[in-house]
């Protein structure tokens, strides 16, 4: 799991996506964001912003994701329909980011530290590809941050052996009989980075699709020059 953690993904990276929401009637909602990301020796930092529709234009979302495994995440949301930085509390990350199917913490990540891992497969194959599968669970000590702030008693993660990126994922909800499926596809080597251009997000209750969310990643650039002072929440409020 450090090798899956240390994962080269740059130091810095721009990016346009789009995040379709879908419901269990296949009616969608398509949004528009652009992304940034900033690692630095003790944090790293990101920043997302909503381009469209004009229902989510100008939302900002930033996230500063610290090294130290004793120390919470600090997030903030910016609405421009009530022209405040809203902080989200760390009981507040489990929640859907933006109404999709990732969590705050999906999109965040967490850290490897919290958990045990147990082999359940040396080798599954996985669109062509093989995979360690590995069952992660909580340990008891971080049981109830980690219940918390991920809302998932324990995952499943199939993560490809030659690159080490994750390709699919399954994660129990603290809520009887909610399961939430992951998928990474269409893996593609970008500035010697190895990025899956489509994520994907599907809840189900009691073994039927509730609904899915699906993440698109267009143009992205890595190990690029990022300004500091864009991962601010004065920036949010200025906006692009």
Excluded at 61 to 71: G, P
Aim: charged fraction near 25%.
């Amino acid at each position: 799991m450090k090798a899956f953690d240390e994962r080269d993904t740059g130091q810095s990276s721009e990016g346009v996506s789009q995040m379709i929401l879908i419901d269990n009637k296949g009616n969608q909602r398509v949004r528009d964001m652009m992304q940034y990301r900033l690692q630095r020796p003790d944090v790293e930092k990101s920043l997302i912003f909503f381009l469209q529709p004009g229902d989510v234009k100008g939302t900002a979302y930033l996230n500063y994701d610290y090294e130290a495994e004793s120390r919470e995440d600090d997030s903030w949301l910016y609405l421009p329909a009530l022209k405040k930085v809203n902080r989200i509390a760390a009981s507040d990350q489990s929640g859907a980011f933006m109404g999709s199917d990732f969590s705050y913490s999906d999109i965040n990540g967490t850290h490897i530290e919290w958990y045990d891992y147990a082999i359940v497969s040396n080798s599954e194959i996985v669109d062509g590809a093989d995979c360690w599968v590995i069952l992660s669970t909580p340990k008891p000590e971080y049981s109830e941050q980690v219940s918390m702030q991920t809302g998932y008693q324990k995952s499943q993660l199939w993560i490809r052996k030659d690159n080490y990126v994750q390709v699919q994922g399954k994660f129990w909800e603290e809520k009887p009989g909610r399961i939430k499926y992951f998928s990474a596809k269409e893996l593609e080597l970008i500035d010697g980075i190895w990025t899956a251009r489509r994520l994907q997000m599907v809840s189900t209750r009691n073994g039927q699709k509730q609904h899915a969310s699906v993440i698109n990643v267009g143009s992205i650039k890595y190990n690029i020059d990022v300004s500091e002072e864009l991962f601010t929440t004065q920036s949010m409020e200025r906006g692009l």
